[in-house]
């Protein structure tokens, strides 16, 4: 099927075979906490960077993906990844010690969508059996080089967002009964609404994630309704409320969520919510994962979203460009 | 077909159907010069930061390839790009100008062969009927980031490369017949030759180069010798000599070059050659363009180089990972 609006129809349906997810310790009172594989240290007893930090996670997340969809590193074809950090150095240093074919993507926080979307190409093409894809964030590491380290103890208002310490993967195979599937994705269009402010992200993100939440509804001739969840990635509570307001002619009651928004329940030590391109990738491959596998869910949207800002464009006085990535995962009915 | 190897097998075989490339005034000597689109100012006289001229040559080039292939910008089904610069910032800007769904990549000086992989994926998959895929690079915005701005006048060391400022792109559509088609791919690894030297980038990159070549040899069932030109994208000249001493029981001959070493001639102003993600973008989207469009070459291998390090990674004492990917493409000859 050819679609000028970016949408893509995936013929081979292919599956999401397995997945991990691993998160540091202030995310183990998540909602979403039950469903996490594994809890790791924000940093190593012994002497270790940050970003070997990230890295850490990322390879941590890899191995008990390929170990819960019983397969060995040598049988993946291609690793797929992106992380926050300027060239994406965790992810390298995590495809260099995986040793498979790497493909490095940056999209922000949409990052993990457009990982799986690439994997999933993949996968149609023929050309791959299994795909390891997905995304990561690491707090101090994100904070450090986005805004000041953490140990200037910088206050924040009430519209920032706490970037996520997680990795999340997913192992992408052929088609199965058995598991959730991917049937379509759209591919976001970088939007600008002129936002400025670097510590209000929802804001800035909320017209990307419509723009890629309409082409998709329309091009794949659906409604709202016709979902059992959308949910977004890290609009967080105020992000999601703009976004609910834009859709306000839809029926878009509880089927409109964010992973953001619920990712540290109420406690507003954490402001406005989650972000970070761990926070889509922890919940869309854990809780919502095993709710599509028990047949809670038949038929979900998952819109990453990313703000695709960095310091140097903010201190040059530029707008905040954003982005929005979707896959469409189904889990067929048991008879 | 699947393969373990990272090799892919485009049974659709898609064409390239128009290229864009334009460089700063710098480029104007090259001994590709004359297969160059267009010439522009390295900054405008307007009051323009070096990013936004980074995005501004993105632009250009995006332009003069959609012109070339006699289509409009709305007929593009997905923009796919990336730069050295941190969060992709130039491309990224140039996605919400151009207004098209966007994939955003970052295989450092790779990136313009990830992009069109993944390019020729989409259309293999039926989903797309035009993809505009390319990279950038802009020296001076490259330089302050990853080492000193200019202003500082610091010395550079022979094994030094020169940024390329350049922007090429390429229009992908479906095979056709009077124009080069891409038949094959090699999705490179991260190969670590333990090099720390970021000045020496050469010497690092070309393990990576040897195993895209290697895997991809492998994988086609094919010889150096069944190639009218195996072309790498920014080892320069001390890195192509360390390639062809790897490559020595080969008869590589004059089938084994690179862009980088033969960008700016033998002037020693540029010490070792070119670098840049705009490198390989700018040679292979028009000399070797050109070259396969005229018959003059049959079935030419492209190999972009990227070293994945950072100037963070750099301070924290780590070695410098590289990746190189690679197309296959071909020329039917005329009858």
């Given at each position: 099927m050819v679609n000028t609006f970016g949408t893509i129809q995936f013929k081979e349906m292919p599956s999401i075979a397995s997945t991990g997810v691993v998160v540091g310790?202030?995310?183990?009172?998540?909602?979403f906490a039950a469903s996490f594989d594994e809890i790791l240290p924000?940093?190593?007893?012994?002497?270790?960077?940050y970003e070997q930090a990230n890295t850490r996670f990322i390879e941590k997340a890899c191995a008990v993906t390929i170990q819960k969809g019983h397969e060995?590193?040598?049988?993946?074809?291609v690793f797929i990844g992106g992380d926050l950090i300027n060239q994406l150095s965790p992810t390298n240093f995590a495809a260099r010690q995986l040793a498979i074919p790497f493909l490095g993507v940056f999209s922000a926080c949409a990052s993990s969508m457009e990982s799986i979307i690439l994997g999933s190409l993949l996968l149609e093409s023929g050309n791959a059996k299994s795909i390891l894809a997905g995304a990561s964030s690491h707090h101090p590491t994100v904070e450090r080089q986005f805004?000041?380290?953490?140990?200037?103890?910088g206050q924040k208002p009430g519209t920032a967002q706490w970037t996520v310490t997680a990795a999340g993967f997913a192992l992408l195979q052929k088609h199965a009964k058995n598991a959730p599937i991917i049937t379509h994705a759209t591919i976001g269009r970088v939007i600008?609404?002129?936002?400025?402010?670097?510590?209000?992200m929802g804001a800035a993100m909320a017209p990307a994630a419509r723009d890629t939440i309409e082409r998709h509804l329309k091009n794949t001739n659906s409604r709202m309704a016709d979902y059992d969840l959308i949910m977004t990635g890290d609009l967080g509570k105020i992000g999601l409320s703009i976004l609910k307001e834009m859709f306000q002619d839809e029926d878009s009651g509880v089927i409109l969520q964010d992973a953001g928004a619920q990712f540290y329940g109420e406690d507003s030590f954490f402001n406005a919510g989650a972000s970070g391109a761990g926070c889509s990738a922890a919940v869309f491959f854990s809780h919502i994962y095993k709710q599509l596998k028990n047949g809670v869910f038949n038929r979900v949207l998952l819109v990453a979203t990313g703000a695709l800002l960095s310091p140097l464009t903010f201190q040059q006085g530029e707008t905040i460009p954003c982005i929005a990535h979707a896959i469409e995962c189904r889990m067929e009915k048991r008879g």
């Open positions: 310790p202030m995310e183990k009172d998540s909602p924000l940093e190593n007893e012994k002497d270790e960077t060995q590193m040598e049988n993946i074809d805004r000041y380290p953490l140990e200037y103890g600008d609404g002129g936002q400025k402010n670097p510590l209000h």
